[in-house]
Structure formats: C-alpha cells, structure tokens
C-alpha cells in the first residue's frame, strides 16, 4: 500500500514537473519576443478595462443626459463628456468603456472553445492516425470550405440577436487552423522516447494523450488561441455593425453601427467612430503580434535567417 502510495506522488511530481515547464517556456516565449509581450500587453489593458468598466466610465452607456432640462445631443468633446455624446444624448466614452466587456466576453469565450475543440480534434487524429484521423480532416476541411463570417450571419439570424449565438456561431469554425496545427505536433511528439516508453510501460491511450502529449502541445494551442481572440473581436464587430449583433448589449461594433446610421461622418463627429474603430483595431494587431511571435515554436528555422 505504502509502495503504491509512494509512486503516486512520484507520477503526480511528474506531471507537475511537465506542467511547469510547459507554462514556464509559454511566458519565457513573451518574455523573449517584443511584439508578443506588446500583444499581451494589449489584451491585459482590455480585460483590465472590461473588469472597472463601472468604475471607470463617467456614466451609464445606456443612460440619456440632459442639460438645464434638455437633452444634451451630438455635443462634442467637453469637459464633462470627453469624447462628446451620441444623437440619443450617450456618452460616448462610457460607451466605448463599456464596449471592452462584450470584446472581452465573446474573446475569451470564442478562444476557449477554439482551444478546446481545436486541440481534442488534433489531438485524436494525430495519436490514432488512420481511419480516425481521415475522418476528422475531413471534417476539418469541410469547415474549411464554408465561408466564415456568412456562416456566423445566418446562424445568428436563424437563432436571434444575442452574443452567445455569436460565440456559438464562431466557436464551430474558428477551431479548423488549430485542429491542423496540433494534429502536425501530435504526429512528431508521439513518435518521442518517452511516449514510447509510456506505451512499453502499459499506460493507456487516455494516459499517453492527456498526460504526455498534451503538456507539450498546450503552450501551442494558448497561442493559437490569442489569435482566435482578436478575430473573434472583429468578427463581433463586424456582425454588430451590420446589425445582427446583441441590440442590448453596447459593443465597438454597435457604436460603429450607430454613429453610421446617425450620419455622424457627415457631420464630422470624428469621436464617435475613431476611437471604436482604433480599439478594434488594437485587439487584432494584439493577435497578429503574437502570432508573429509563435514564429519561432512553429518556425524555429526562420530564426535563422
């Protein structure tokens, strides 16, 4: 029993040993390339923002401000409103604080499921090969032949106006690139000294996969995941823009949709739709910078040149 009890905790160091290496290369990774830690940086300022949002906007982004009685519209940057108010009499600065929480909502939880599906689907395809890992390429490339975002526009048609939709509608696409990628790394890692000696040892497939492979291509899958983020933002954005998006909910895309239907271009409202416009594009440079980065765990031979 003691025995028993003994190699546990041998194999239970083990994995903690795995694990921290794995987490320990993923942040040396930002620590070593500029444009990666300038992406993160990016991504932690906006979920900094989407958590203080009550605290930091001056008001409500719903709320309709009046002034000596009337309602305060299309006013410009002043010393109360810092970036001017809407044609409804909102604040836009509130608005577009306000703004980072479905970013960071339909960011993160697009990421999640692209991680997740993405990285069990490479996962199975690239240990059991075969029929099985046939199958799920081509599923993949199915998903690779539909058309992304006229997919996320009738599926949210179909389901109704909501940012769950949207995440649901992205989170059945997105994963397609990161399927490809870990299923390539699975088929190198597996054929490694110490899965081999896993397989002599007895451990099952459940085993090798979650315990061996998994700890070495996680810091891969985050990655892919980040990038997920920033085109899960701008899709949101897009599909709010076009006004299929979360009517009750005020997003960068809506503020976009809103000041365009307001005519504010024509009327030279620059502070309405710049700076939403600037924080979407922030988030997808974010993205583009870490994928930049992930160059060299995916690339290392580039380094070279």
Request: glycine share 10%; net charge neutral; aromatic share 14%.
């Amino acid at each position: 029993m003691e025995q028993m009890i003994e190699e546990q905790k041998g194999k239970d160091s083990e994995l903690y040993i795995i694990l921290k290496n794995s987490w320990s290369n993923f942040f040396n990774f930002f620590k070593e390339d500029r444009f990666a830690m300038v992406g993160l940086i990016i991504y932690l300022f906006v979920g900094i923002i989407a958590i203080f949002a009550p605290v930091i906007a001056p008001y409500d982004p719903h709320e309709m401000l009046r002034y000596d009685g009337e309602y305060r519209t299309n006013a410009g940057p002043n010393s109360e409103n810092i970036l001017g108010t809407t044609n409804m009499g909102r604040d836009v600065f509130s608005q577009l604080i306000y703004g980072a929480r479905p970013a960071v909502l339909v960011g993160v939880s697009a990421a999640f499921m692209v991680v997740l599906i993405g990285t069990l689907v490479g996962l199975v395809a690239g240990y059991y090969r075969g029929k099985v890992d046939t199958f799920l390429m081509r599923v993949t490339d199915v998903a690779f032949g539909i058309p992304f975002e006229p997919f996320v526009i009738v599926l949210v048609a179909f389901l109704g106006p909501s940012i769950w939709n949207i995440v649901l509608a992205m989170g059945l696409l997105l994963w397609r690139d990161t399927a490809r990628v870990i299923r390539s790394q699975v088929l190198v890692v597996r054929e490694r000294g110490f899965v081999e000696s896993a397989r002599v040892a007895g451990a099952s497939n459940f085993r090798i996969i979650f315990r061996h492979i998994t700890p070495n291509i996680l810091p891969l899958a985050l990655l892919y995941g980040s990038l997920a983020m920033g085109w899960a933002i701008l899709t949101e954005a897009a599909i709010s823009f076009l006004g299929f998006g979360d009517p009750s909910a005020v997003s960068w895309g809506f503020m976009l949709n809103d000041a365009f239907v307001s005519q504010a271009l024509s009327r030279g409202s620059y502070s309405w739709f710049v700076p939403p416009g600037i924080c979407i594009m922030l988030v997808v440079m974010a993205g583009f910078y870490i994928g930049r980065g992930s160059e060299k765990i995916l690339y290392p031979r580039m380094n070279q040149y």
